[in-house]
Structure formats: C-alpha cells, structure tokens
C-alpha cells in the first residue's frame, strides 16, 4: 500500500510512523518535504512563511506523482497537510486554493490510505511552551474538514485514529493488512 501520515504539528505523527516502518516489514520511508527541503538547501523561515509552504506543498505532490509507482511506502505528510497549514495561515487570502485543486487531486489520488492523527483531547502530546496554538489547531480543523467532509473530492479512504501509540499503529495494521 501507499500510505501518507497526515495532521498538525505535535500529534505524533513521526512517532506513528517510526513504529509502522518496525512493524511493515519491507515498507520504504518517505521523509516529510520539510526535511527534504532543507537537505536540498531550501531556507525556510521562521515562523514558515505563505512561500515556505506552497513550496513544500509543490514539493509533496511532486513527491507522490514521482513515486506513484512504488508500493509499500508510507509517506510523513502529503499535500493535504500543506493545505491546512496554508489555509490557517495569516496571510492565507494570498493563496490561491483553486489554482491548486487539480494538483492535489492527482497527487492524493495515487494514495492507497491517508491516516489522519487529530488533536485528541485531552492532548496526548505535551505542547511546547512557545507553540502556537491557534495555528495548531485551526490546521487540525482545516484538515478534519477536507479529509472528513473530503470538498475537494479527493476520493481517497481516511483512517482516523485515536489512542497510545501502540493503539494507532494496531487501527493501521487492521486496515493495512486486510
């Protein structure tokens, strides 16, 4: 399967995915844009600027139609992530979301899973003390919109899931290994 891991900041996202690529044996790890950026030489901003994500959004759906021919892959974000940080963004009336519809369509579409990890409440990460929370959770809301009420029609399944760690990683398996 072709499986992105997608949600806020701070959710435990990377930890889900760490303990997947233990337990799939022969998945591959695709790195989230963000760190594949930097390792190219991108210079992100502090806090990310509107650019900083467009490009990591152009960078994660390039990402999915490169790889559309791979199986066993689990992906850290896809461009659905990118949305919601875009959207929640300050100067978000600056992005044109239209513009990129077909784009993101395409891409999530070679996607086989799209686990979404939401702010549970209470939260199970405990938050920095310089996070900001607002962005945090208006992207968590942003992405339980288009993953769960799907407006963009991406037409891909969502696994929500909830729990420790270990209860995330047996919701995945049960789907992954139907």
């Known amino acids: 399967m072709r499986i992105a891991v997608t949600g806020s900041h701070r959710v435990g996202k990377s930890t889900l995915i760490d303990l997947l690529g233990e337990e799939l044996e022969g998945y ?3 790195e989230e844009p963000y760190l ?3 390792e190219e030489g991108y210079e992100f901003a502090s806090p990310p600027s509107l650019e900083d994500f467009i490009e990591q959004l152009r960078f994660s759906a390039e990402l999915l139609q490169a790889e559309k021919d791979s199986r066993d892959i689990l992906f850290d ?3 659905v992530d990118f949305l ?3 959207q929640a963004h300050e100067d978000a009336e600056a992005f044109d979301l239209e513009e990129w519809h077909p784009r993101v369509r395409s891409a999530i579409q070679t996607l086989d899973l799209i686990v979404f990890v939401p702010i549970e409440a209470p939260d199970r ?3 920095r003390a310089r996070e900001d929370i607002h962005m945090r959770t208006a992207v968590d809301e942003t ?3 288009v993953l769960l009420d799907d407006p963009y029609e991406l037409g891909v399944e969502v696994l929500t899931v909830h729990g420790t760690a270990d209860a995330r990683v047996k919701q995945v ?3 992954a290994i139907r």
């Open 28 to 30: 591959r790890l695709a």
């Open 143 to 145: 992405l339980s919109r």
């Open 173 to 175: 398996l049960a789907r």
């Open 125 to 127: 990460i405990r938050r």
């Open 77 to 79: 974000r896809c461009p």
């Open 84 to 86: 919601g940080y875009l």
């Open 36 to 38: 594949l950026l930097e």
